[in-house]
């Protein structure tokens, strides 16, 4: 699932990129609620360029999904930009889940207040999931046209067209 996530985040960096918006490509674990890891792949002023390509491709999967709190932290970087339209693209494999959490709706809902939140702020948020079970939970996180289901990563190309559709709207 790494490498679907990783070729999609691919995909989707060289589209924004030959659009030429800004954008920052940033990932994250976590190991419970006192450890989410954040990760800096490509910042808003760097280049789509080799050193990030590498990055990315060294990307390591693990540990959990504590999406609200990474939600947050992206949220504050892009709150920092001056740009008038701001969107936090979540690219993900799957559903909040972490290890210190049994209940699978308290992340669910974490992450739809994060999505909340970020939106008072004037932050959009978008998912694109390549999680074949995601139609039992994303909508509620995200609202009804604020996500894409891939169930298979070699459709992604196909699908980026209407993907910036909603993108953009």
Known sequence: MLDLTREASALVASAISGIGDPFAIHGFSSDGRHDV????????????DADVKGRLAGMKGGLSTRMGAAMRHAGHHL?????????LLIVTDGEPADIDERDPQYLRMDAKNATVELQQKGISSYCLTLDPEADLYVSR?????????????????????SLFANLTR
Do not use: C, M, W
Not at 79 to 87: A, D, F, G, P
């Open 37 to 48: 890891q954040y990760y800096r792949f490509k910042d808003f002023e760097q280049r789509l």
């Open 79 to 87: 709150s920092q930009r001056s740009e008038q339209h701001k969107l």
């Open 141 to 161: 996180i995200f609202g009804a046209n604020n996500y894409t289901i891939i169930d298979q990563v070699e459709r992604l190309p196909e699908k980026l067209p």
